[in-house]
């Protein structure tokens, strides 16, 4: 089946600094992909829509400045946490839409710690 | 705006048995889709079920079925014959009809963790 990939699985880094999260569609190409934040024991809250060749519609209260969105081709979407603080830290997950049947397959995700 | 409510933070099932799991959402929409979602351990999503909104029979797989009430808002999720890999988080979701880019965007509930006692 259809496969959507994360990378880094984890990352740990200082505050202050950047991190940039990939999300890749392996099997087809995703014109949307969607962001989302999962905090410990709750659900999926969407952060953003990311379009192939246009800017992301981010969600109510989502900092379009701290959480940067590129989909510059349409099989990667990357998530950027720019100056990272330990309230960043959380669990992102992604989904890319198929284009034929609109099911969203979702990445593996990826947990990020900030100290 | 949508909403999706899963009554039950957790939930238990003995090995082999049937465990059924709630689900409630509230729209305006008469036209709409409806998501289970598994989340084991690992932390990848995967969709276990799905069901239209406009179709009457509720939808099945294996040992998955779900019972779609559109007029109570209602969509739980029957596992029969429980294994100890069902152990997972499991996320009812809504979704709306495509009306354009950005429209492919999820409403879960909170979820209902299940765990399957051997």
């Known amino acids: 089946g259809a496969v959507v990939s994360q990378h880094p699985s984890r990352v740990i880094c200082k505050s202050g600094t950047s991190v940039k999260i990939e999300c890749r569609s392996l099997?087809?190409?995703?014109?949307?992909m969607f962001w989302y934040r999962q905090f410990p024991k709750q659900s999926l809250m969407l952060m953003a829509t990311s379009n192939e060749g246009s800017k992301a519609t981010y969600e109510q209260g989502v900092e379009k400045d701290k959480f940067l969105i590129n989909h510059a081709s349409l099989t990667l979407s990357t998530l950027t946490v720019t100056s990272a603080h330990p309230e960043d830290s959380s669990f992102y997950i992604c989904s890319a839409r198929a284009p034929t049947t609109g099911e969203l397959f979702f990445g593996e995700g990826s947990r990020l710690t900030v100290l | 705006a949508q909403t999706v409510t899963q009554s039950q933070p957790e939930m238990s099932v003995q090995e082999a048995e049937t465990v059924t799991l709630s689900c409630t959402y509230d729209?305006?929409?008469?036209?709409?889709?409806l998501f289970w979602y598994k989340q084991p351990p690992s932390r990848q999503m995967i969709l276990v079920i799905r069901?239209?909104?406009?179709?009457?029979q509720n939808a099945t797989e294996n040992r998955f079925s779900v019972n779609f009430q559109k007029a109570a808002k209602s969509f739980s999720l029957k596992i029969s014959d429980s294994q100890l890999g069902d152990a997972a988080m499991y996320f009812c979701?809504?979704?709306?009809?495509?009306?354009?880019?950005?429209?492919?965007?999820?409403?879960f509930g909170k979820g209902t963790k299940l765990s399957v006692i051997p």
């Open positions: 979701a809504y979704r709306s009809p495509y009306s354009g880019a950005g429209s492919y965007q999820l409403t």
């Open positions: 729209t305006s929409e008469s036209d709409y889709y």
């Open positions: 069901q239209e909104a406009y179709k009457q």
């Open positions: 099997d087809f190409q995703a014109t949307t």
